[in-house]
């Protein structure tokens, strides 16, 4: 005569709900502020998005292709945008350089 435990809610209902939630999103937004004598000192603003990667992509958000501590891909595009910058300076530099020995090239004219 073993009694069976039982739960409030079914793991399977869980399971179920974690599914809808994942597949349809559902988004958490509030707002805090912190007040001293009718001053506000403080505000936070918090906007909490819980979706699963093909749904966040299909509503079109994105960020974590482009975080560089998450994508390689993306790391590698912040290297090459860093030589590109680099390369510009030197480049700058060396029109900057040509044109003072143009410039006094003429005043010595």
């Known amino acids: 005569m073993a009694d069976k435990i039982t739960h409030s809610v079914d793991s399977t209902n869980l399971a179920d709900i ?3 939630v ?5 988004v958490i937004a509030g707002d805090i502020s912190i007040y001293l004598a009718d001053v506000e ?8 998005l819980v979706a699963s990667v093909d749904k966040a992509m299909e509503m079109g958000i994105n960020w974590w292709e482009n975080d560089s501590y998450l994508s390689t891909q993306a ?7 860093q030589r590109l910058r680099d390369r510009l300076n030197r480049i700058e530099d060396n029109i900057e350089i040509v044109n003072k020995r143009i410039l006094n090239k003429r005043m010595t004219q």
């Open 18 to 20: 974690l599914e809808r």
């Open 22 to 26: 994942l597949d349809k999103g559902i």
């Open 41 to 48: 000192l403080l505000k936070i603003k918090i906007r909490l």
């Open 75 to 81: 790391k590698e595009l912040q290297e090459d945008n």
